[in-house]
């Protein structure tokens, strides 16, 4: 079964710090991979997309890797600020079907 | 450019009532989706399309049903509305199966089955 995990489930920092968030899937046979940004109550905004021939992508004070023989990828934030506070979400588009299957998330709050 | 639209932004039906989730798209895209996002959990896809006349069911298609008629809309249809039912759904769309875009999603319709 294709399945897409994220560890952890909730994160507390101080402002200023870098912070790595996981994701984990276990299908390496992926499209492309999404990490997704989700404040509370709101939609789900696209943050990076990672093809699966790339490595990393960078946007900003976010880089997100892969590493599809592991299985993994990580989204790191550096200089964490408060209103980097939401749910990040990480979703995997297999080859088969091309149906995006998310994680199921970790909330981020970076304290002042 | 208004992406994805989504209504009703937030509804309360009772126990076996019906209603229609509304999504349209005016990005000309392609595949569409519905997703369902439970509490703390991440989202599961009940239905998607790759075309216009084109409908299949994902992990959670019990309860729902979808049509496309054409390129710009994906109503979601709820019959017989259940409590399990109460959730907050998402409607999303892309170009094709691996766009280097990515996929676009709508603000959310929040329902509560009472």
């Known amino acids: 079964k294709q399945e897409v995990t994220q560890i952890p489930a909730a994160l507390s920092v101080p402002e200023g710090e870098n912070l790595v968030l996981n994701c984990s899937f276990t299908?390496?046979?992926?499209?492309?991979l999404q990490w997704f940004r989700q404040d509370p109550g709101k939609g789900l905004t696209s943050l990076l997309l990672?093809?699966?021939?790339?490595r990393e992508q960078t946007s900003g004070r976010l880089n997100a890797s892969l590493d599809k023989s592991s299985g993994r990828s990580t989204l790191y934030i550096a200089a964490s600020q408060p209103g980097d506070s939401a749910t990040y979400l990480c979703?995997?588009?297999?080859?088969?079907?091309?149906?995006?299957?998310f994680g199921q998330g970790t909330e981020l709050s970076v304290k002042p | 450019n208004a992406g994805v639209t989504q209504t009703p932004k937030f509804r309360i039906l009772k126990i076996g009532q019906s209603m229609t989730l509304q999504c349209t798209q005016d990005?000309?895209?392609?595949?569409m989706y519905w997703y369902r996002q439970d509490p703390g959990m991440g989202l599961k896809l009940i239905y998607y399309?790759?075309?216009?006349?084109?409908?299949d069911k994902g992990e959670v298609p019990n309860g729902y049903n979808v049509s496309r008629s054409t390129t710009e809309d994906f109503p979601l249809r709820l019959e017989l509305a259940a409590p399990s039912q109460t959730s907050v759904y998402f409607c999303?769309?892309?170009?094709?199966?691996?766009?280097?875009?990515?996929?676009?999603f709508g603000s959310g319709t929040r329902l509560t089955v009472v």
């Open positions: 999303a769309s892309s170009y094709t199966q691996g766009s280097i875009y990515g996929y676009t």
């Open positions: 299908d390496s046979a992926i499209y492309n």
């Open positions: 990672i093809q699966s021939s790339q």
């Open positions: 979703a995997v588009l297999y080859n088969q079907g091309g149906k995006l299957i």
């Open positions: 990005m000309n895209h392609n595949y």
């Open positions: 399309s790759v075309g216009a006349g084109i409908t």
